[in-house]
């Protein structure tokens, strides 16, 4: 049974806060393994996250600038999760084709990420266009790791509370 509007209002933090650290986690693991593969260091992923903020200083700072980038990295995905979480309020059915949702919403997140985040950022211009094959990766990997993951976690989270609430709230 789809879980209805009011399912979802029960819980919104917990939803988006999971939501938010799960993708965020994932799509970290996705960085740290796919761009050192083209050269990439570990360090220099989150220094372009960290640029979005400060531009080109990013690369002049030390580990407090890593850690600048993995923090706006983790709001950023928290972003998306909370997006996601809003939309789903705004048209519940769409819990009912969670994993074509999810996988949707992904590809919608990297788009929204390359074509509106980005530009209007900090972060300084491409020399060169990324090569097409990167692209589908990239847009791959957004729509297993980031959208497909917020989807099932708000249908969870929307059959959780329909079912009686979280495992923890039982227990009071």
Known sequence: MPPAPADLRADPLRTIALGGLVIGLLDGLFAITFYPALG?????IWRVVASGLIGARAQQGGSEIVALGLLLH???ATGIATAFYLLVRLLPTLLRQAVPVGLLYGLLAWVGM?????????????????RGSIVLCELAGH???VGL???LIARWSARRRA????PADAAR
């Not at 990439?40 to 220099?44: C, I, L």
Request: charged residues 15%; proline residues 14%; without cysteine.
């Open 143 to 145: 729509a297993l790791l």
């Open 114 to 130: 390359n074509l509106l985040v980005v530009p209007l950022s900090q972060v300084p211009p491409r020399q060169k266009p990324r």
């Open 149 to 151: 993951p917020v989807a």
């Open 74 to 76: 983790f709001v950023a």
């Open 163 to 166: 079912d009686g609430g979280w």
């Open 40 to 44: 990439a260091t570990f360090e220099g």
